[in-house]
């Protein structure tokens, strides 16, 4: 079965400050992987995903992610963080790459400190 | 696109009661999904359908659960009788594609709560 970890349950960053927030999956073949943002009282936004091809993924508001095959990891950054990029993020990886029900880790929720 | 509609947006039952919670999947799309997400397990996946057929149900809790697609564009999950451990945020979602490469689109959710 698959899996999700996000380690970081809270990140707090400065605003202005670069950001990365980690995840990690367990998948027995080829993972189609995603990072959602939530902000409160609101669903979910897709930032990017990841099926194949190159590596590092550009997504919206700035942000990117690597997949690193070899450390079964997923990691999403941005060069430079808003106070408006303050939610809740989640990392989840899929069988069907959409098609399928997303197996999701808990999140991490992101501070913005001024 | 109007996106995924979900309703009610908020829901606040006695335990024992009947719950509905309704989705309109986004116009074309031919999955959908239904999620819930709790402080404690986080977002789990419920059931989800393609082309208005239960593919996986395995996420349902219990036998109290069901949900239905009767058409492409209407989708309900029900409660019966619900349980204080039902409060939680059920979330919908749709995506374009079945066995194909698509992204899921969530609804606003809905917050239930059983007191």
């Known amino acids: 079965a698959q899996s999700v970890t996000q380690p970081d349950i809270h990140i707090t960053v400065s605003e202005g400050a670069s950001l990365e927030l980690r995840c990690n999956y367990s998948?027995?073949?080829?993972?189609?992987l995603f990072w959602y943002v939530q902000s409160p009282g609101q669903g979910l936004q897709l930032l990017l995903k990841?099926?194949?091809?190159?590596?590092l993924v550009q997504g919206i508001k700035g942000f990117e992610a690597e997949f690193k095959r070899s450390q079964s990891s997923f990691n999403l950054r941005k060069p430079s963080v808003h106070w408006s990029d303050a939610a809740e993020y989640f990392c989840?990886?899929?069988?069907?790459?959409?098609?399928?029900?997303?197996?999701f880790g808990k999140g991490t929720h992101l501070i913005i400190q001024p | 696109d109007a996106g995924v509609i979900q309703s009610p947006r908020h829901e606040v039952t006695e335990m024992g009661q009947e719950v509905t919670l309704r989705c309109k999947p986004i116009?074309?799309?031919?999955?959908l999904f239904w999620y819930r997400q709790t402080m404690m397990r986080g977002l789990e996946l419920l059931i989800y359908?393609?082309?208005?057929?239960?593919?996986?149900d395995s996420g349902m809790p219990e036998d109290r659960f069901s949900a239905k697609m009767p058409n492409a564009s209407f989708s309900t999950l029900k409660i019966q009788p619900s349980e204080p451990r039902d409060s939680a945020v059920y979330f919908c979602?749709?995506?374009?594609?079945?066995?194909?490469?698509?992204?899921?689109?969530f609804g606003p959710g809905t917050r239930l709560t059983v007191l």
């Open positions: 989840a990886v899929g069988a069907g790459g959409g098609a399928d029900g997303l197996t």
């Open positions: 359908f393609n082309n208005n057929v239960p593919i996986d």
């Open positions: 990841y099926f194949s091809g190159d590596t």
């Open positions: 116009s074309g799309h031919n999955s």
């Open positions: 998948y027995g073949a080829t993972p189609y």
């Open positions: 979602a749709s995506s374009r594609t079945s066995g194909g490469l698509d992204t899921q689109y």
